[in-house]
C-alpha cells in the first residue's frame, strides 16, 4: 500500500496476449454498462468488442491489461498512425476504479509511444465520459478540434498530448 493508502500497482499492467481476448471484451462491456443508453446502439456495439472482435487488434498495435489479484480488471490498445500514437479503448471495471490503474495504462501507452519515436498520443472519447476526461486533462491531453466528431451518432471529440 502507498501512504493513500492505496495498492502499489507497478506489476499489474503487462501486454495482453490473445487468449486474454474474452477477459478484455469483459472488462469492456462491463466497464462501459452503465453508460449504454447514452451511446446510439452502433456506437456502443463499436465501443464494446467482442473477443472475436479484438484478436484481430493484436495485429494492429500493442494491447495490455491491468491484473488485481489474478483477475483481468484493465485494458487498453494503441495503433501507431504517422508519427502519432492512437489509444482505444481504455477501460477499468467499476470494481477496481480508484487504484490508478486507469492511469497507469496510459502511461504504459505513452512509454510505448516514446519507445517507438512516436511524438503524441490521441484519443477519441464521449462528452459524457467526465471522469475519462479529467484523467485525460490530469495527464495532459487537450481537446484537439479534429474528427471524429461522431460515432455512429454519439457525439466525440478527440485529445491529443504532445510527447517531450
Do not use: C
Not at 496476449?17 to 446502439?41: H, K, Q
Not at 491531453?141 to 460515432?151: H, I
Request: glycine content about 10%; aromatic content about 8%; proline content about 7%.
Amino acid at each position: 500500500m502507498n501512504d493513500a493508502g492505496v495498492p502499489e500497482i507497478e506489476n499489474a499492467i503487462r501486454l495482453a496476449v490473445p487468449g486474454d481476448s474474452p477477459a478484455i471484451a469483459r472488462v469492456l462491456a462491463e466497464a462501459f454498462a452503465a453508460f449504454r443508453p447514452l451511446y446510439t446502439p452502433q456506437a456502443y456495439a463499436a465501443t464494446t468488442p467482442g473477443a472475436d472482435q479484438i484478436v484481430p487488434r493484436f495485429a494492429e498495435g500493442a494491447l495490455w491489461v491491468a491484473e488485481l489479484d489474478g483477475a483481468i480488471v484493465g485494458t487498453v490498445s494503441v495503433v501507431p498512425r504517422g508519427q502519432a500514437l492512437y489509444l482505444r479503448s481504455l477501460a477499468v471495471l467499476p470494481a477496481a476504479r480508484g487504484r490508478r490503474l486507469g492511469q497507469a495504462l496510459v502511461r504504459q501507452a505513452e512509454a510505448y509511444a516514446a519507445a517507438h519515436g512516436l511524438r503524441r498520443v490521441f484519443l477519441s472519447t464521449t462528452p459524457m465520459l467526465t471522469n475519462a476526461i479529467r484523467l485525460y486533462e490530469r495527464l495532459g491531453f487537450v481537446r484537439s478540434g479534429d474528427g471524429p466528431l461522431d460515432l455512429y451518432g454519439t457525439p466525440l471529440f478527440t485529445m491529443l498530448k504532445e510527447l517531450g
